[in-house]
């Protein structure tokens, strides 16, 4: 299931990820959310927080994923991947070298650090 974050930024679309994730889910949430934020502000500042594993994507929501990622291509400026999963975090990383825009991930206890960088492009100082 993918619900949006609340408390995230006007200018960020931000998303926590638990249980399965499914087709439906990028459909009825994360694609109407994404084209609201590029049409009001003409990029995707994106957070994916993953409190579930990988394996619990569905084929349909990877597919979903895909799409999201190739139509939006020229819009991603800042996508932060907040997870505990090390493999996560490096493909992330690099991954950023491929794609348009930044792509950063954040432990899971830094959330609030991520949302704040999607929103600015700097971290919250410690």
Not at 46 to 51: N, P, Q, T, V
Not at 100 to 106: C, I, V
């Amino acid at each position: 299931m993918i619900t949006i974050i609340p408390e995230a930024p006007e200018n960020v679309a931000a998303f926590n990820a638990t249980g399965e994730v499914t087709k439906e889910d990028f459909e009825s949430v994360v694609i109407p959310r994404v084209k609201a934020k590029v049409d009001e502000f003409k990029e995707l500042n994106y957070l994916l927080y993953l409190d579930t594993d990988l394996n619990k994507f569905t084929m349909g929501a990877w597919l979903q994923d895909a799409l999201l990622g190739l139509k939006n291509l020229t819009k991603w400026n800042r996508t932060a991947i907040v997870t505990d999963k090390e493999g996560v975090q490096n493909f992330t990383d690099i991954f950023s070298v491929l794609m348009p825009g930044e792509f950063k991930s954040f432990p899971k206890e830094n959330l609030y650090n991520a949302l704040y960088w999607c929103k600015n492009g700097d971290e919250v100082e410690a």
